[in-house]
């Protein structure tokens, strides 16, 4: 006997039941975007594997450990699965000169790859929805995409996130404090991890986003960057904080922020949850100026985040407002050749008038299609026999309500409905 063949492990299958939500869920996201100004971008699954370490930073968890990367056998290239939005985004925004044209407000959203141990909230396929301002130099932005997020959970009806924000400076201060750290954690030398030991000379600034409880007391105590900070990145932070403030957002500046990705620069911040366990980042982001020219581009400014769109929805589904799965408007149920042929009609007539429509396939008699038209959760079912059909009439009947079944004209039945 053939074995069944099941779905990867991490990477799952959305069914119907579920797959309402996330409709749902989209609906409210290409609202909330296009009422800031942001256009939809779409970019290939597959990338060049170097577009992400180039953009992401070679001695990082993702690059290391949990990229999809194979080679092309066709023409020998390395290609990975996309790990994240924002370096594809940059990669089309600089092959197709989208910046000669001015800044952009640009969005994408879709499936993302990586290879990690599976567990609620943190999937191998997993779902973002990415906003990316390109062209953009000032706080103003950096506070239009935190006061969006701000604006997106109440319309997705969530409570109690918290922002958590900080600034990583510019390249000179990342130098001075690269230093500092190095010379720290060689002190440290015989209390380091395997991946502190490995990253030590490579990236140090990402030994301080260890997990590892027994390396939590040596980070608390090492040199905290913004006592490197540059005066530009200080005033930049600090105007950011001061268009929050004037705008009711609430913060709290946590200055061990990393984000474990290499190519962000200044302003970070993370909107952060307790009621996901482990997984308690929902959506993060900052400023990366440097890296439409490090992909390749001419220099430019830029700015962004990203939002796990299962964790959302785990949000959104403990918040205790419930979200009505739809149902059809009408199930049309119909007997005979001639009753068929005219419930075709009807059924395309009444889609035309604005109403979803379940016609009933499979034959079987009228009791038994009215089981099924009741399964559907359909408000209305519309019975066609030979009667209906000689008279060019349908009988309506209510399916969640007491009122009387009455045969009507098909052009009444969209107003009946509506009512």
């Not at 997984?279 to 700015?303: F, H, M, N, W």
């Not at 075709?344 to 007539?349: D, H, I, L, Q, R």
Request: hydrophobic fraction near 35%; charge should be negative; aromatic fraction near 8%.
């Amino acid at each position: 006997m053939t074995h069944s063949i099941k779905a990867i492990r991490g990477m799952n299958d959305i069914l119907p039941n579920e797959s309402y939500l996330w409709v749902h869920f989209e609906q409210i996201i290409h609202q909330w975007l296009a009422s800031y100004g942001y256009r939809n971008i779409r970019t290939p699954l597959v990338e060049q594997t170097d577009l992400f370490v180039r953009s992401i930073g070679e001695v990082t968890d993702i690059v290391e450990k949990e990229m999809y990367t194979f080679i092309d056998h066709l023409n020998n290239d390395s290609l990975t699965l996309r790990p994240e939005g924002t370096a594809s985004c940059v990669r089309a925004a600089i092959e197709h000169n989208l910046l000669y044209a001015g800044p952009q407000r640009l969005y994408y959203a879709g499936p993302m790859f990586r290879h990690e141990r599976p567990q609620k909230g943190r999937y191998r396929q997993f779902h973002q929805v990415g906003v990316e301002a390109l062209g953009y130099a000032g706080p103003d932005i950096d506070a239009e995409l935190i006061i969006m997020c701000s604006r997106l959970w109440e319309l997705l009806g969530i409570s109690g996130l918290r922002l958590e924000m900080s600034t990583l400076g510019d390249s000179e201060s990342r130098t001075r404090h690269r230093a500092r750290l190095i010379k720290y954690f060689e002190s440290h030398h015989d209390k380091l991890d395997e991946d502190s030991l490995r990253r030590l000379h490579t990236n140090p600034l990402r030994i301080l986003d260890s997990k590892n409880p027994q390396m939590q007391g040596i980070i608390e105590n090492a040199p905290r960057l913004i006592d490197d900070l540059d005066e530009e990145s200080c005033f930049h932070f600090e105007s950011l904080q001061h268009i929050l403030r004037g705008q009711g957002i609430v913060f709290e500046i946590n200055l061990r922020l990393v984000r474990g990705l290499d190519y962000y620069n200044r302003t970070v911040f993370e909107w952060v949850t307790d009621k996901l366990g482990a997984q308690g980042t929902v959506c993060a982001g900052g400023r990366y100026d440097g890296l439409v020219e490090q992909i390749g581009g001419k220099s430019a400014p830029a700015c962004g985040f990203a939002m796990g769109i299962e964790r959302l929805l785990a949000l959104m589904q403990g918040n205790g407002k419930e979200i009505m799965q739809p149902v059809p408007d009408i199930y049309i149920v119909h007997q005979g050749e001639q009753a068929m042929d005219y419930a075709w009609k009807c059924a395309e007539f009444l889609r035309y008038e604005g109403l979803n429509v379940i016609l009933h396939c499979g034959g079987g008699g009228f009791k038994s299609q009215m089981k099924k038209a009741d399964a559907t959760g359909a408000r209305y079912a519309l019975i066609i026999g030979d009667d209906e059909v000689s008279a060019q009439e349908v009988t309506l009947k209510p399916l969640r309500q007491p009122t009387e079944q009455a045969r009507v004209k098909l052009a009444t039945v969209a107003e009946l409905v509506d009512k």
